[in-house]
């Protein structure tokens, strides 16, 4: 097998958003493009009637949670973790976790995702999958501290620095992590004052939920007399290399403190609509200069793993919440789920250009619903699907191929994560 590979036959999305037609020639060793153009190779990947572009990039997401796809529905947040999300989590076997993620990674590398920012339990089972897998990611153990006694809510925080200093640059350094405090509200004053420093002193960033919904506000500015973000911010918690998910109900103050500490914001769309969690204010976030990527959340909360699909609610939603139909335009729309993702959870991808990472998809344009082609970009944003790609590669290695998963046993995996999902909720009661 030659170091090197060609993808021949199509057009090509560049970094500035034109589309032109041209090749890409891969170094599968290095993992790198070496060149965009007229170029020829010895092996080539077709890329006819397609579009060449950079891989997406699921920023926020819990990916064992496909084990609960579909479980619980059409409850609001709270009531929704309480009574059905909770308790059944507390039966996950480490098992659980290692089928739930691989089934989650095969969706992931079918609809043309190859890196994700996760928090989750069982991280070394989930770093296993990953790297087996040959996709990209960012990890991080979620850490609660709310209705424990000193000792517990100590040794989960102590897990989750520990997870992060254990695999952070692992899987050939395609494996980073972040500290993970699940959410402001969860995670007590006293645990971010001791564990917060000391992931900023192994240049660990910060992954956490902030402002989902308006209960996670009020509780906050009744206890510091803060807004949630100024409250994170008086922690240390709001930096350039961190990574705050929904921030849903934000107002000016916050969103200002965002743009002026250059802290990133994962927009999890499809979630925020299923749990009537609110309309996050995209299009001003964008206009102030913050960072924005797009995550799918979990499973349960979505119902699938197709970041297609979040770019589509992305611009259709941030149309919505101030009744502009120009607010989170195509192109914006789609620079989130791949460069603003990349950017936000600290992944060298994002980009296709000679000399970048090669991670990259190849989308079949080939379909009714994808004819007539008068704008490449428009139809990534409102009209491909997951279902719509054609070859993944992540680090040059080619992941699937025609449709045909190389690294994961697709038919094993199915029947394993259905059984394994029906023994948990049967745990559960």
Same mark, same amino acid.
């Given at each position: 097998?030659?170091?090197?590979?060609?993808?021949?036959?199509?057009?090509?999305?560049?970094?500035?958003?034109?589309?032109?037609?041209?090749?890409?020639?891969?170094?599968?060793?290095?993992?790198?493009?070496?060149?965009?153009?007229?170029?020829?190779?010895?092996?080539?990947?077709?890329?006819?009637?397609?579009?060449?572009?950079?891989?997406?990039?699921?920023?926020?997401?819990?990916?064992?949670?496909?084990?609960?796809?579909?479980?619980?529905?059409?409850?609001?947040?709270?009531?929704?973790?309480?009574?059905?999300?909770?308790?059944?989590?507390?039966?996950?076997?480490?098992?659980?976790?290692?089928?739930?993620?691989?089934?989650?990674?095969?969706?992931?590398?079918?609809?043309?995702?190859?890196?994700?920012?996760?928090?989750?339990?069982?991280?070394?089972?989930?770093?296993?999958?990953?790297?087996?897998?040959?996709?990209?990611?960012?990890?991080?153990?979620?850490?609660?501290?709310?209705?424990?006694?000193?000792?517990?809510?100590?040794?989960?925080?102590?897990?989750?620095?520990?997870?992060?200093?254990?695999?952070?640059?692992?899987?050939?350094?395609?494996?980073?992590?972040?500290?993970?405090?699940?959410?402001?509200?969860?995670?007590?004053?006293?645990?971010?004052?001791?564990?917060?420093?000391?992931?900023?002193?192994?240049?660990?960033?910060?992954?956490?939920?902030?402002?989902?919904?308006?209960?996670?506000?009020?509780?906050?500015?009744?206890?510091?007399?803060?807004?949630?973000?100024?409250?994170?911010?008086?922690?240390?918690?709001?930096?350039?290399?961190?990574?705050?998910?929904?921030?849903?109900?934000?107002?000016?103050?916050?969103?200002?403190?965002?743009?002026?500490?250059?802290?990133?914001? #994962?927009?999890?769309? =499809?979630?925020?609509? &299923? %749990? @009537?969690? +609110?309309? /996050?204010?995209?299009?001003?976030?964008? !206009? *102030?200069?913050?960072?924005?990527?797009?995550?799918?959340?979990?499973?349960?909360?979505?119902?699938?793993?197709?970041?297609?699909?979040? #770019?589509?609610?992305? =611009?259709?939603?941030? &149309? %919505? @919440?101030? +009744?502009? /139909?120009?607010?989170?335009?195509?192109? !914006? *729309?789609?620079?989130?789920?791949?460069?603003?993702?990349?950017?936000?959870?600290?992944?060298?991808?994002?980009?296709?250009?000679?000399?970048?990472?090669?991670?990259?998809?190849?989308?079949?344009?080939?379909?009714?619903?994808?004819?007539?082609?008068?704008?490449?970009?428009?139809?990534?944003?409102?009209?491909?699907?997951?279902?719509?790609?054609?070859?993944?590669?992540?680090?040059?290695?080619?992941?699937?191929?025609?449709?045909?998963?190389?690294?994961?046993?697709?038919?094993?995996?199915?029947?394993?994560?259905?059984?394994?999902?029906?023994?948990?909720?049967?745990?559960?009661?």
């Amino acid at each position: 097998m030659s170091d090197q590979y060609a993808i021949t036959g199509g057009h090509v999305l560049a970094p500035d958003f034109e589309v032109r037609e041209a090749d890409v020639l891969v170094d599968r060793a290095a993992g790198t493009v070496v060149e965009v153009g007229d170029v020829t190779a010895e092996e080539t990947l077709d890329a006819s009637d397609s579009l060449v572009m950079p891989g997406l990039v699921n920023a926020h997401t819990h990916v064992a949670m496909t084990l609960l796809r579909g479980h619980a529905d059409d409850k609001p947040l709270d009531a929704w973790l309480e009574e059905d999300i909770w308790p059944v989590e507390a039966e996950l076997t480490p098992e659980d976790i290692r089928i739930g993620t691989e089934l989650g990674l095969l969706e992931f590398i079918k609809n043309g995702i190859t890196g994700f920012a996760d928090s989750y339990f069982e991280v070394g089972e989930i770093a296993a999958a990953t790297e087996a897998s040959g996709l990209r990611a960012n990890l991080c153990h979620a850490f609660i501290t709310i209705g424990k006694d000193d000792e517990a809510a100590r040794a989960d925080a102590q897990e989750g620095l520990e997870v992060a200093r254990e695999f952070d640059h692992t899987a050939n350094g395609r494996i980073t992590t972040a500290l993970m405090p699940h959410s402001l509200t969860t995670a007590e004053t006293d645990y971010l004052e001791e564990f917060v420093p000391q992931a900023r002193e192994s240049d660990i960033p910060l992954h956490f939920h902030a402002n989902e919904t308006e209960n996670e506000v009020g509780p906050i500015v009744a206890e510091h007399g803060v807004r949630p973000l100024e409250y994170a911010d008086d922690l240390g918690m709001l930096t350039e290399d961190d990574f705050l998910a929904h921030c849903v109900h934000i107002d000016e103050t916050e969103l200002e403190l965002l743009a002026a500490r250059g802290a990133s914001v #994962i927009h999890c769309p =499809a979630s925020n609509m &299923k %749990l @009537a969690s +609110g309309i /996050a204010p995209i299009q001003q976030l964008l !206009d *102030a200069g913050v960072n924005v990527g797009l995550g799918t959340d979990g499973a349960a909360s979505n119902n699938d793993l197709d970041l297609f699909d979040e #770019i589509r609610d992305a =611009a259709m939603i941030g &149309k %919505l @919440a101030r +009744g502009d /139909a120009r607010d989170v335009a195509a192109e !914006d *729309a789609v620079r989130m789920a791949t460069e603003g993702s990349a950017k936000a959870i600290g992944l060298p991808v994002g980009r296709l250009e000679a000399g970048g990472t090669a991670d990259l998809v190849v989308v079949d344009f080939d379909a009714p619903h994808l004819t007539p082609v008068h704008d490449y970009v428009s139809h990534l944003a409102y009209a491909v699907r997951g279902a719509d790609v054609r070859h993944t590669i992540c680090d040059g290695q080619q992941l699937m191929v025609d449709r045909e998963v190389q690294t994961l046993d697709e038919q094993a995996i199915k029947q394993q994560a259905s059984e394994a999902a029906a023994g948990l909720i049967e745990r559960a009661g």
